[in-house]
């Protein structure tokens, strides 16, 4: 699975127009999550970013003979998130596998091809 961290501004607003994104590019709903931390001070814990992950089915359907296709639809995506980061002012953030998000809308393709694929390297081993 890929994840979208989505922080800051109006975090529920990119999410549901991300969420719409990713469901007429990849043809598949994205699963939204949470991710909560406690704030020194307070007893409760905080939402601190919205996440959205893009099924691995959605994924692991692509052949070789469609890479060009979700070379397109990756550029639509980062193209959504990059409208989404200005008309909102969330930051939307993608997980290349290395544990260190990086911003959707600049990630190139390649490292989201990598990502994609260690992905899918860890769901076969």
Not at 1 to 10: H, S
Not at 104 to 111: D, P, V
């Amino acid at each position: 699975m890929a994840d979208i961290v989505i922080r800051g501004g109006d975090a529920e607003a990119a999410a549901r127009a991300m969420r719409a994104a990713l469901r007429e590019i990849f043809e598949a709903d994205a699963l939204q999550s949470t991710a909560r931390e406690a704030t020194p001070g307070r007893r409760s814990l905080e939402v601190v970013a919205l996440i959205l992950t893009i099924p691995p089915a959605a994924i692991a359907a692509v052949d070789l003979i469609a890479r060009t296709r979700l070379r397109e639809r990756l550029g639509r995506l980062t193209a959504a998130a990059e409208t989404q980061a200005k008309a909102t002012g969330a930051r939307l953030l993608i997980d290349p596998g290395d544990g260190k998000p990086i911003p959707l809308e600049h990630a190139r393709q390649e490292i989201i091809f990598e990502a994609l694929a260690a992905l899918e390297k860890r769901k076969k081993g």
